[in-house]
């Protein structure tokens, strides 16, 4: 039983000179391989990256438990566009053993990329690198930046090369003058992984975009086939709070980016999103949740959306939408059950909201930057309380102008034409007209809503508005508007003749107490210059009676003069008859002067 301890110390003897010869031959390997992993790490991070590379800080190697390169304070490209603050490289530990350095994974731990100053477009050959940097009066096309993407997409794929794993944590895009809005991109956490066959490509991960936290993650199904000039399977996920997309298709490369398959997308807000992927600074209507879903096609040079079904301003249509991406323009056609004009129009110039509201800018300049023309058509529509149907419009955004034309619609048992027009310019300008003809009245009147008059029978109108327009106090004090009115067969509801016919003074409620008129036809030339009414010409008739009127209305101090003459045809007649002679008929002069809300109706004598 005694030869055990010496049998240890053999085994343990022999265990010491094999681990010594072990570290005898593999030492300078490792000494060799920490230099061949150095060299390969920079070469690999210049492949992905197209610029050059400079390792500042330490280095580490080591191999047990894992063959790994831990680099610190890397900065890529001559400016120092990008540092990172650490790198971690691992290796094959059996290439390692050979003196060979093979990365299978990449660790980029804090990345930051910081803009170069500078007016010029600056593209790297690499797939980082190729940005764009400039002053905000240079920006891309879409057709530049699809572009951009197609070669990102191709220098991705082809210089991840052998690399299976990429991991991103906490990096940092700062932005620009023209690159991801104004905050950039932080808090990157991403991971690029490839299959075996390095032919399959997945994405997933989460940064914050603009101050929202985003999920994110993407499916390429053979990389192989997109480099040999075929096409791939491809998927997109994406989750904002302001944002969510998803797309399913196919993309291929080939001499232009083909990219087809079903999209949707999806925001609580339009006003949000479009900030977000933007500009939060940057004015943009507030049109309420929006939601699109469609075939999307990308071939030509246009991005294509057909099949679409669009939410947007609480009103839903379906139709289609090309974006020419060289001119940066949208045109479509759609069409809907029901349309919310009002709301798009508050949108774009919103309602005071008390006093102060009054003097808050009216601005459109998100239509200097759009290119937009849409066909529109919508069983039923809604603009303030008038309700159309059967409607054909075109709205169109561009060069600051923002503009609606009716051009066929019916409104109450009549057809209705109009226009509506938006400038921003130097200065801010608003006009607008709306005609109709065979209108039913008493349709229009109950719309309108007046609180004392109303009307029947048909009748056509023609209304027009311009005003500048740099806020609503401004609108206020200088639109200039015309009514003309034509109207026949029909009733002036809540009026009473009588107080515009016996002598005397008498409160105009009188007038307004009850009542109806008939009449055969009614003619009203209306004009508004600020606070100012002018009625150049008001006149009633009938078989028994008439009434012409012209006058002025002060609608800031209330004061009202008018003037004007009524005549009682039947009464003329009937008492020409009985007094057995003729008299022709006698205009009875009256005059409505004070001020609101107590004017007096003085009348005199035939």
Not at 134 to 159: M, V
Not at 170 to 190: H, K, T
Not at 544 to 567: F, K, N
């Amino acid at each position: 039983m005694r030869p055990r301890p010496l049998k240890r110390r053999l085994i343990w003897g022999v265990s010491a000179i094999m681990i010594i010869a072990a570290a005898i031959l593999i030492l300078p390997r490792v000494v060799l391989v920490s230099d061949v992993a150095r060299a390969e790490l920079v070469s690999r991070i210049e492949a992905l990256t197209g610029e050059p590379v400079e390792l500042s800080g330490s280095v580490e190697f080591s191999i047990l438990p894992r063959t790994r390169l831990v680099a610190h304070r890397i900065a890529i490209g001559s400016g120092a566009g990008i540092t990172i603050d650490t790198i971690i490289a691992d290796f094959d530990p059996v290439d390692a053993l050979f003196g060979r350095a093979n990365i299978a994974r990449i660790v980029l731990v804090r990345p930051e990329h910081r803009p170069v100053p500078g007016p010029t477009l600056v593209r790297g050959e690499g797939a980082v690198a190729d940005t764009v940097r400039g002053a905000a009066g240079a920006r891309p096309t879409a057709a530049t930046i699809i572009k951009d993407l197609e070669d990102l997409a191709r220098r991705s794929i082809e210089r991840l090369d052998t690399l299976q794993i990429l991991v991103i944590r906490n990096g940092v895009w700062r932005s620009g003058a023209d690159e991801f809005g104004p905050n950039g991109i932080s808090n990157a956490n991403l991971t690029i992984t490839r299959s075996s066959s390095r032919s399959a490509f997945l994405l997933d991960g989460s940064f914050t975009w603009n101050g929202q936290p985003t999920d994110i993650e993407m499916r390429v199904d053979s990389t192989t086939n997109l480099e040999a000039g075929g096409e791939s399977g491809v998927s997109f996920e994406l989750r904002s709070p302001p944002l969510s997309v998803d797309f399913d298709g196919t993309m291929a490369f080939g001499d232009a980016p083909r990219l087809q398959g079903r999209f949707e997308g999806r925001g609580e807000s339009f006003a949000r999103t479009a900030r977000w992927l933007s500009d939060a600074r940057f004015p943009v209507p507030a049109l309420g949740a929006i939601g699109m879903a469609g075939d999307l096609v990308l071939a030509d040079r246009t991005l294509a959306i057909e099949n679409a079904e669009i939410t947007i301003a609480g009103s839903t249509a379906i139709g289609a939408l090309d974006y020419d991406l060289d001119r940066d323009r949208v045109d479509g056609t759609l069409a809907f059950t029901t349309l919310d004009l009002t709301q798009i129009a508050e949108s774009i110039v919103p309602f005071p909201a008390g006093p102060f509201g009054l003097v808050r800018p009216i601005k459109a300049e998100f239509a200097k930057s759009a290119d937009l023309a849409l066909r529109v058509s919508a069983n039923e529509a809604r603009f303030g309380s008038l309700a159309f149907s059967d409607v054909a419009a075109v709205f169109s955004v561009g060069d600051g102008d923002v503009s609606l034309e009716l051009g066929d619609a019916r409104l109450y048992g009549g057809r209705a034409f109009g226009k509506l027009l938006l400038e921003d310019r130097e200065t801010t300008r608003i006009s607008g007209e709306l005609m109709g003809t065979d209108v039913d009245l008493a349709q229009l009147s109950d719309a309108l809503g007046s609180p004392t008059l109303s009307l029947s029978g048909s009748g056509k109108f023609e209304a027009r508005v311009t005003t500048r327009a740099d806020d609503w106090r401004t609108i206020f004090r200088v639109a200039r508007a015309k009514l003309d009115l034509q109207a026949q067969s029909g009733v002036l509801s809540g009026f009473d003749p009588v107080a515009f016919a016996d002598p005397g003074t008498r409160s105009i409620y009188s007038g307004f107490t009850g009542g109806a008129v008939p009449f055969d036809r009614l003619d009203a030339e209306i004009r508004m210059v600020g606070p100012n009414l002018a009625f150049d010409s008001v006149s009633m008739r009938n078989a028994g009676y008439r009434l012409d009127l012209v006058g002025e209305a002060e609608l800031a101090t209330g004061t009202i003069d008018l003037e004007g003459t009524s005549e009682m045809l039947s009464q003329t007649a009937s008492s020409a008859a009985r007094s057995g002679e003729f008299t022709g008929p006698q205009p009875i002069p009256f005059t409505v002067e004070g001020t609101w809300p107590g004017p007096r109706v003085v009348t005199g004598t035939p």
